[in-house]
Each structure stands twice: as C-alpha cells, then as structure tokens.
C-alpha cells in the first residue's frame, strides 16, 4: 500500500545545538511575549555546536510562524537572539557546572516524522532506535498552548560529551506546522525540570503571525529542508505555469490568504454558521511518508495513531490526473475547538514532490463537500 512513497523517503529535522551555557540567574515567573525579528542577527554559534553554513543554492528556510506567549519558569533565563532556526531559546543553571538547553523551533509540514526525530534524540544520548509499534508505549501526553501534545524522554550519555544526558522533547502540530520544544543536558538536572517544562507547555499561547524567522546554518549531514510553493493558479486556469498547480474551484469555496506554508487555503460556508477549510500544501520527496502525516491529521482530530494493518485499511487508492493517489477519511474532535469534525485528506506523489489537500471542519458540511473536494484534486494539473 505504502511502496510508492518508498522511493522518496524524506526526513526533516531540527538543529540542536550543543550546551555552552553562562550563568544564569535566579529568574522570576514573568510572562513573556516573543516576536521573530525580520532581520535578527544571530548569535555565535557555542563550542561544539552545529554550526555548518547552508549550502550554495539550498532552499531558502524562512517561515512565518505565530509568536509565542509564555510564562517564564524559576531558574530560566531567555536567550535574544535565539539563533540555531529557533524562534525562542532559554538557558538553565544548575549546582555547580550542571547546565540545561532549552529550545523552540517551529518546521513545516510532519517534519520527518516522529518516530524519525525520536530516534534522532536517542541516538544524541546514546540509545538504539525504535520501531513504530514502539514508539507508542514512549509517548507521555502533555498540553502544550492548550494542545494536545507528546512528550519523549530520553536519558543516556551525550555522543559528544560522553557525560550522562537528558532529553525532553515535545513536539505539537499547530496549522501544518511542527513545533519542537526540547530540553538537553545534565542528566540530574533536566529531570529536575521536567515539572517545569510541563508547566512552561502549558502556559503557551499562539499570538499573531511573526515576522519571518531569520535563515540559520545546518549540519553538515543534514537533510534538505523544502518549503512550498507560495501560491496557486487562479480558480479559472485550465493549464499549469511554472510548474504550479491549475484546477477547477467550486464556486462556493473562497480563497483566503494561507500563509507561508500553504500553497493555498478556501474556506467553506454551511448552514447553520457551519465552517469548513481546504488546504493544500507540498513538500519535498514524500514529506515525511503516508504513515507521519495521516497521523499528524489524526492528531488534529484528537484520535490516536494506527498500525501499518489500521493505516493500510484506512487510506484507500484514487484516480487523479497526476496519477495514483491515497485517500483517508476521519472523524474526530477538533483539537483546536473541541467541536466534532470530520477530515477528509488526500495525499498526490508528483514529480518528486508530494502535494498534500485536506478538507476539514463541520462533520456535516464536510460530507456535503466530499464530492466536490475529490473532484478538485483530481482535476488539479502539475
């Protein structure tokens, strides 16, 4: 079922940089409010960090995430600028030379996947990876900005320092992107603040969309990063231009602007003040796979992830003009609203690219809309 996506296999990952900490002090609980700078300078990169330039001709990186608002923990000092491709970064100061990296980094789309990125923390502590069957039983639920969200531990000794390390790291989905929120460093005394980044997860609230983050180096060994297509054709078009997408809008559907993660995003009217969404993004490769990103939707409608054998019943095969392409339909709550909400998504390899359309919201209107959003898809010309 899944053999089309395996000739593409893509992982996105984050930059973690290495701990070189100054001391910090004793801190207050104040709330803090961050906006991404334009053009914030960076900060020089600490010993032993990934600090690798881009590549000549790599993808420009930069995002247009929300700001974040927070409540500042005891003992944490922000870091300005953040640097690294984080959109916040904090310090933390232990008994004697115990230190604790706090970071915040926002990446389109299911950014590799989790199992991918949990593996990627085990292997910086030491620790062999872990099949998808298991990753579930790792899995601690937290509320991050009033989300449902995952939280992943991970304690062993640092590749580079050979000193016992900690890991946390939570990851929440929030309008097709992935925010990672990760704790590196003494062992004792990340898991001393555990309770404290729980809390710091809970106290987030998303507040309007910041200026665009600032282009950082990566590793040398790191995985291209895509961002997609900014815009689509008009409603009208009948042929595609530079590789862009030409379909056929239903007129009841309104275009509204999507943001820098989508290459484009209509909302639908219903009766009774009934709400409905399309979106449609793209992503390098396969964007991560049909199993991270079916779950990445599942996780917008509060349900849990499948097997390979729940997956493989779940997604069935279309017809579109592209080609081949897999179709998945659920309910669920909305997790943003509470509300029920049906999910109706739809995910086109194409040209080495993957194009992802999801239509969501009322469960009603959504299968009133069914028909009409297939037809959308298929009509869609690369």
Partial sequence: MNSWFSSHRFALSFVAAALALSLAGCGRNDVQVYQVGKEQAQSPPAQGADATAMPPGHPDVSAQPPGLKWTLPTGWEEVVPPGQMRVASFRIKGEGSKLGDVSVVPLPGAAGGILANVNRWRGQVGLAPVSEAELGNLAQKVVIAGHPGELYE?????????????????????????????????????????????????????????????????????????????????????????????????????????????????????????????????????????????????????????????????????????????????????????QKARLVGVIVPQGGQTWFYKLMGDEQLVGREKDAFSKFVQTARY
């Fill in 154 to 338: 991970q304690a062993g000794q640092g590749t580079g320092s050979g000193e016992p390390t900690r890991i946390l790291a939570a990851i929440l989905m929030h309008d097709e992107v992935a925010w990672f929120f990760k704790v590196t460093g003494d062992d004792q005394l990340v898991a001393q603040q555990k309770p404290a980044f729980v809390e710091f997860l809970k106290s987030l609230t998303f507040t309007a969309p910041a200026a665009p983050v600032a282009q950082a180096g990566l590793p040398a060994d790191h995985p291209p990063i895509d961002t997609p297509m900014l815009s689509a054709q008009p409603a009208d078009a009948t042929a595609p231009a530079s590789g862009k997408p030409a379909w056929q809008v239903p007129a009841a559907w309104k275009e509204v602007p999507g943001g820098q993660f989508l290459v484009a995003k209509f909302t639908i009217s219903g009766d009774g003040g009934a709400q409905a969404a399309v979106n449609v993004s793209m992503s390098a490769g396969d964007g991560g796979g049909l199993a991270a990103n079916v779950g990445r939707w599942r996780g917008q409608l509060g349900l849990g992830q499948l097997s390979e054998d729940e997956l493989n019943k779940l997604a069935a095969p279309v017809d579109t003009a592209a080609g081949k392409a897999m179709l998945v339909d659920m309910i669920g709550t909305d997790a943003r609203t509470g």
